[in-house]
């Protein structure tokens, strides 16, 4: 990530005449373990455009492959689409459908929580 990030800073920085750290953090990884975990990374991954407040819904953010994958627009030539389900759940119909209800329920609880903040 150094390799890839270092130089766009650097010119970025040079761009705007500023100095100092352009990334908040250290790029950070972490072993998936389990199909659950897969599951949440990528609920996570297609939530974040949603949480940052760029749209309302994750299937309306053009960069993401989340309305392609769960069949809402047809795929990109690039996206295998039944590589992603797989992981999700074995079988093939039921897969998208279990995407899409992990992604709802997160949904759902981070609205839940906003709630709670806001109202205290």
């Not at 389900?85 to 459908?97: C, G, K, M, Q």
């Amino acid at each position: 990530m150094q390799w890839l990030l270092a130089p766009y800073a650097h010119d970025f920085n040079d761009r705007h005449k500023r100095r100092g750290n352009l990334f908040h953090s250290r790029f950070y990884s972490k072993r998936v373990r389990s199909g659950d975990q897969l599951t949440a990374t990528l609920v996570y991954v297609y939530l974040n455009p949603v949480r940052a407040g760029a749209v309302e819904h994750a299937e309306l953010w053009s960069w993401s492959s989340y309305a392609a994958t769960i069949g809402r627009t047809p795929p990109h030539d690039f996206l295998d689409r039944r590589a992603v389900l797989e992981l999700v759940d074995s079988n093939e119909s039921v897969a998208p459908f279990r995407l899409e209800l992990a992604v709802r329920e997160a949904r759902e609880r981070d609205l839940a929580s906003a709630g709670v903040r806001h109202s205290v």
